[in-house]
């Protein structure tokens, strides 16, 4: 327990949800934010209803992980509902339906990070602890983005001025945003789609905390506004 870091140490005492209706995902899961995230107590659950029951829970839980296939659950419309009815509660998608537009309607409804179930045990452990440190994760293979643009020096955390941890690739279109480039613009720059563009916009936009481009640069450049 000595070697805690500080986010593990956020984590102690904490409730957790892991909403999937297969066993071996709610357990595997579950042990992750045992072990290794410290939470102190995972609810299962195994249908939308159980969710909902579970997230009106007292303590009430401060993360939740979903699979969009849940029975119920009505993929991304699901997502909306959550986070509509549970503002506070960190929510994450890890779903074996990990298409380009569930993935880019998951993080528009407001999930604050897409695991696709292909990850590695250890991928999926990363993207939590990058999510538990106040990111928004998208997966970094998401199907418009062309292979070799976005390494994983380009993923690498960075700390904002706000306090809000972005990715490089986020901080670069937010830089851009700035500069008073179009979304095509910066696609162009950065040799990614447009879609790519908007989802690390809004991506950054809540790991902020803000809600328009304005707020984003302010947040990120302060001494810019006289």
């Not at 659950?45 to 401060?62: E, K, T």
């Not at 997502?79 to 074996?96: D, E, N, W, Y």
Request: hydrophobic share 45%.
């Amino acid at each position: 327990m000595d070697d805690l870091d500080g986010a593990a140490m956020a984590s102690l005492g904490s409730v957790a949800v892991v909403a999937d209706d297969q066993e071996f995902w709610r357990t595997g899961i579950a042990s992750m934010l045992k072990r290794q995230l410290h939470f102190s107590k995972v609810v299962h659950a195994v249908s939308f209803d159980q969710l909902i029951d579970a997230l009106q829970s007292d303590p009430p839980p401060s993360l939740a992980t979903v699979e969009l296939s849940l029975p119920g659950m009505q993929s991304y419309v699901g997502v909306r509902q959550l986070r509509g009815q549970f503002p506070s509660v960190r929510l994450i998608v890890i779903s074996a339906t990990a298409d380009r537009e569930t993935i880019l309607q998951s993080l528009a409804a407001g999930t604050h990070g897409f695991i696709p179930k292909r990850f590695q045990g250890s991928e999926i452990l990363a993207a939590m602890k990058l999510i538990q440190q106040g990111q928004v994760f998208v997966p970094p293979d998401l199907p418009d983005i062309p292979e070799g643009c976005e390494s994983e020096q380009d993923e690498a955390p960075f700390l904002s001025s706000a306090g809000s941890a972005l990715t490089r690739r986020q901080r670069d279109v937010i830089q851009l945003l700035a500069e008073g480039k179009s979304n095509k613009e910066i696609a162009s720059i950065l040799q990614i789609t447009e879609g790519t563009v908007k989802v690390h916009v809004n991506a950054a936009f809540r790991a902020l905390g803000v809600h328009n481009r304005v707020s984003a640069v302010v947040a990120l450049n302060p001494k810019q506004i006289n």
